[in-house]
């Protein structure tokens, strides 16, 4: 009868040693599904951050759009109201002098671009 207590109590002993190992892993295992959840939702802010930043840069640009979009059919506009080919004819002063007073104005805003000052020889960006 002795015999039979002490394998009763063996096995008891073995199955409690059995569930405290498995409870070992699976708290372990826990632990390592934590430690992933957190890093999901890290990576998941970050996701929403970027997407985030990325739509209002995009909402920007949209809205530049719209804007350099309004400005090119007022400039288009204005040559649909004048025939610079027929006030070019009737006179050709007035045309002459407006084209040359403007080509004079960008010539200049693209010599201020390009100062010499502004190009070093020893840089290997600036060569063509």
């Excluded at 109590?9 to 934590?34: D, P, R």
């Excluded at 004048?82 to 010599?111: C, M, Q, S, W, Y």
């Amino acid at each position: 009868m002795q015999q039979f207590f002490i394998a009763i109590i063996a096995i008891l002993g073995l199955g409690c040693w059995w569930l405290y190992s498995a409870n070992q892993t699976l708290t372990y295992n826990n632990m390592q599904l934590e430690v992933a959840i957190d890093q999901q939702k890290e990576a998941m802010e970050a996701i929403q951050a970027a997407y985030e930043k990325q739509r209002v840069a995009n909402d920007n640009l949209t809205k530049r759009n719209a804007e350099i979009t309004k400005e090119t059919q007022s400039y288009l506009e204005v040559f649909k109201k004048h025939d610079l080919t027929k006030l070019a004819k009737a006179k050709p002063g007035l045309i002459e002098t407006k084209a040359n007073k403007a080509t004079d104005r960008i010539f200049k805003v693209i010599e201020d671009e390009t100062e010499p000052q502004d190009y070093d020889p020893n840089n290997p960006a600036n060569t063509n």
